[in-house]
């Protein structure tokens, strides 16, 4: 039987495949079917910065309205707020420290590097194995410039680890100017690891009630290629683990970001749309392929197509189309 375990952050996993970040991974019952259907490991729903320090700013004016005569209460008042805002999430993480084996990564949606660094820490008390950190501005402001928005991204990474010894990825999108470098660059800030690419909320529009409205929740099928590409481009140029996500719906799929080069791939949309039990489907699909292929471990083609191995690494560069839409 062909071994499908492999390591992602330095964390040894039974499988290559980990239950992304969702709703799917917010609650002990849930993690703990997603463990017994054979997933690597979890990443949980993420703490979103937004919310932890919107709550911290309304408590805070409340609290010096309220107290004003009594200035030196604040610090235990600020400190206790964010605390209580954080306590779900925390015990989430303790609870499934006791009760599941596979490794739980803590997720931090974030957007600057002010003031909630210290979470990190607190996760890392409550008995995390990892962190991953989903950070993504949307460079939607033409008045910034670009080096702006990437420095966001270097000040959350050196601030966390501050604050941390555990391992820590990020979760990036491709909004950069020069994309290779930007990854390249980001490997080497002491992260462990890094998941391309984060999916967002993207508007449509309802021509019938002329509104704005949400498009797809779920990732398509064809939306893998994105990841691919990238994976296969920096996977043997990076000094980091890479993640692959989106629009991963099945097995072969799987399969694909693995022989790019992926440690591992995260699943969401296909577990929504599947149930959670896939997992030991897709697990055992990827044995059969391994044995087919005469593969003893996943070690033993990971990377094998990636841009720098395959026998066309030009095609992961093309991006125009010469063939199939030419006139003949």
Request: glycine share 4%; proline share 3%.
């Amino acid at each position: 039987m062909p071994d499908i375990t492999t390591t992602y952050l330095g964390l040894k996993l039974k499988s290559p495949i980990i239950a992304a970040s969702s709703g799917l991974t917010n609650s002990l019952e849930d993690i703990k079917k997603i463990e017994k259907a054979g997933a690597g490991a979890v990443v949980l729903k993420s703490l979103f910065e937004e919310e932890i320090v919107t709550e911290m700013e309304r408590d805070l004016h409340r609290l010096h309205s309220e107290n004003h005569l009594y200035p030196e209460t604040m610090d235990y008042y600020d400190t206790f707020d964010v605390e209580n805002t954080l306590s779900d999430y925390l015990k989430l993480v303790t609870d499934c420290k006791k009760e599941v084996n596979i490794p739980v990564i803590a997720s931090i949606n974030c957007i600057t590097s002010h003031n909630w660094p210290s979470y990190a820490r607190t996760l890392q008390d409550a008995g995390a194995d990892a962190i991953e950190l989903n950070i993504f501005t949307l460079p939607s402001d033409t008045d910034r410039k670009g080096e702006d928005t990437e420095k966001v991204y270097f000040d959350v990474i050196k601030a966390v680890l501050k604050e941390v010894s555990i391992p820590v990825s990020i979760k990036i999108s491709h909004y950069f100017s020069n994309l290779a470098d930007m990854i390249t660059r980001l490997s080497i800030t002491g992260i462990a690891g890094m998941t391309l690419f984060n999916r967002f909320y993207s508007p449509d529009i309802d021509v019938d009630n002329l509104e704005v409205i949400p498009t797809h929740i779920f990732s398509q099928e064809y939306e893998y290629t994105m990841p691919l590409r990238w994976i296969a481009i920096t996977s043997n140029r990076v000094d980091c683990d890479l993640a692959a996500t989106t629009g991963i719906h099945d097995s072969r799929t799987a399969i694909k970001m693995l022989l790019a080069g992926a440690q591992v791939v995260q699943m969401a949309s296909a577990l929504y749309k599947n149930g959670v039990d896939y997992i030991e489907r897709y697990n055992h699909e990827i044995e059969k392929w391994m044995d087919k292929h005469n593969f003893n471990t996943i070690a033993d083609f990971q990377g094998s197509l990636s841009q720098s191995n395959a026998a066309n690494p030009a095609g992961y560069l093309r991006v125009q189309f010469m063939k199939h839409f030419s006139q003949k």
